[in-house]
């Protein structure tokens, strides 16, 4: 009754001066935006590059990844503490941005980014540009720098994969006796590494100057000689493996 709707609109003056007060507030803020006042969806937050105020985001260009560097470990899985140059310096780390790729010189044809932004990478110990971007630390670096990329939190077999013709190999950790009974990991053997082991992932190929892809001649179970030094060292899971290069396999068995 309107006897009944009166005696309930005060209590809720309150709330439609409230209502009003902020429409009027947000007709005058749209009035005002068109004489040069940014609307809050525009306003970009500044970040820090090397210390410098930069304008909106950092574009890597070309074929150039940006990676945020996963945090140095100080402490080993025994919980013993590391300080100072002791500490593990992660070379892996979350893709934030990928530039568009690179041209080829002759046939100008774009080859694609292998990874895409919010995938893991491991890179090479010595690869990359280290820069201290939006308050931590970065790392540019070449999509040919990408040994192992991965989904997910945590690097696994399960979930690693290798990018371009790159090849995945559990390494063979051989053991030679010595003459005292002594075993000897190969390994251990001063100027040796291991240079043969498993197929274990098998990258889609390198791509021709026409835009094709070139599949590698190996397939996973394939037993693999590569060149010595040629394998980059990666650790999955606690198992050593290397990745390496089809150009650098000498056979399969």
């Known amino acids: 009754t309107i006897a009944s709707i009166i005696f309930i609109m005060?209590?809720?003056l309150p709330l439609i001066a409230a209502i009003a007060s902020i429409t009027r507030g947000s007709n005058a803020f749209t009035a005002h935006s068109n004489n040069g006042l940014k609307r809050s969806s525009d306003v970009r937050l500044g970040v820090k590059l090397e210390g410098r105020d930069i304008d909106g985001i950092l574009a890597p260009t070309n074929n150039f990844v940006l990676v945020k560097v996963a945090n140095v470990e100080d402490q080993t899985s025994g919980g013993i503490l590391l300080t100072g140059s002791a500490k593990i310096k992660k070379t892996e780390g979350t893709v934030i941005a990928v530039g568009p790729g690179k041209t080829h010189q002759e046939s100008g044809i774009l080859f694609p980014m292998p990874v895409?932004?919010?995938e893991g990478v491991v890179y090479g110990k010595y690869d990359g540009t280290e820069i201290d971007y939006d308050g931590a630390k970065h790392t540019l670096i070449r999509d040919d720098d990408i040994l192992v990329k991965y989904s997910g939190d945590k690097l696994t077999l399960e979930s690693a994969d290798v990018v371009s013709d790159n090849v995945l190999v559990k390494v063979e950790n051989s053991e030679e006796e010595t003459?005292?009974?002594?075993?000897?990991?190969?390994?251990?053997?001063?100027?040796s590494k291991p240079s043969t082991g498993e197929v274990v992932k098998v990258g889609p190929g390198r791509m021709a100057s026409n835009g094709e892809i070139m599949t590698v001649d190996i397939s996973v179970g394939d037993m693999v000689k590569f060149r010595d030094f040629a394998g980059n060292e990666v650790k999955i899971e606690g198992e050593e493996y290397a990745v390496v290069r089809m150009t650098d396999i000498l056979a399969k068995f």
């Open 10 to 12: 005060p209590k809720f």
């Open 116 to 118: 895409v932004a919010g």
């Open 179 to 191: 003459a005292s009974g002594l075993v000897i990991a190969s390994t251990a053997k001063k100027g």
